[in-house]
């Protein structure tokens, strides 16, 4: 998470070597106001005097369907959302509060060409997650926060989770997939995180989404290692820094 205070000469010989896009410092700069600063910018003011910050991550897994765990992601202080997240239609399985929204410009634009027929229709107005792992991201930002028209950039993912990806040719196109960004992000951020929705080791049993209409397969593309990143929360699970749902 970077703020315009982090847009250092330090900062920037820090991230030159590693290849992909290092929070261009003009992008930063415009990123001025207070609600670009917190991520949970009304905690102070809110009504439970909880101390706990609990968070649920829902992510879009067809292991939620036929859940029933909507009121239980609704009960938590903040709820993440990201991607072709469809809820008319499926509130007693995912709930219906969103408080943080999580994208990048490629998800954004896929999910609604893609999601479209399932019932989205677009992000929520909300706190927005914006995963800038593009240079062109920052452009974009940039240009959205000063009503400018978008310029080009060229496309470099950034490094962190690293797979074994990043040992073979395909090592720039790959990057964390937007759910795993965001939960680490919540964890972070948190006292509490519920993870819903993510890749567990029964993931065969479920379709891709829970909005699928039929059953479809999870998907295994080269950009993402998913399975890293299922054996990830299966870890943090076990040590209880998450709550992962699961059915088995």
């Known amino acids: 998470l970077q703020w315009a205070k982090h847009a250092t000469r330090e900062q920037h010989q820090r991230l030159s070597r590693y290849p992909g896009a290092h929070a261009l410092v003009e992008t930063l700069s415009v990123l001025n106001s207070s609600a670009n600063w917190q991520m949970l910018d009304n905690w102070k003011t809110r009504d439970n005097k909880s ?26 202080h903040y709820v993440f959302r990201t991607n072709g997240a469809v809820i008319k239609g499926f509130e007693q399985d995912v709930g219906s509060r969103t408080t943080h929204y999580t994208f990048s410009t490629n998800t954004l634009m896929n999910s609604i060409q893609s999601y479209a027929g399932a019932g989205y229709r677009g992000p929520p107005e909300t706190r927005y997650i914006f995963l800038p792992d593009h240079d062109r991201d920052y452009l974009l930002m940039k240009a959205a926060a000063t009503h400018t028209l978008v310029e080009s950039g060229r496309e470099k993912g950034k490094k962190f989770l690293r797979s074994n990806t990043l040992k073979t040719k395909y090592k720039y196109i790959y990057r964390p997939s937007t759910g795993a960004t965001m939960l680490l992000a919540a964890l972070h951020t948190c006292d ?14 479920y379709s891709d989404h829970y909005y699928d209409s039929s059953y479809h397969p999870v998907g295994f593309y080269v950009n993402h290692d998913l399975r890293m990143e299922m054996d990830l929360w299966q870890q943090l699970h076990k040590a209880g820094l998450i709550r992962l749902y699961m059915r088995n």
């Not at 029933?68 to 992601?73: S, T, V």
């Not at 509490?192 to 049993?205: E, I, L, R």
Request: proline share 2%; with cysteine; aromatic share 8%.
């Open 51 to 76: 101390e706990c910050r609990r968070c649920a991550l829902v992510g879009n897994g067809g292991i939620l369907k036929n859940s029933k765990k909507g009121k239980e992601i609704d009960s938590h």
């Open 192 to 205: 509490q995180v519920s993870a819903y929705g993510f890749m567990t080791p029964d993931y065969k049993n």
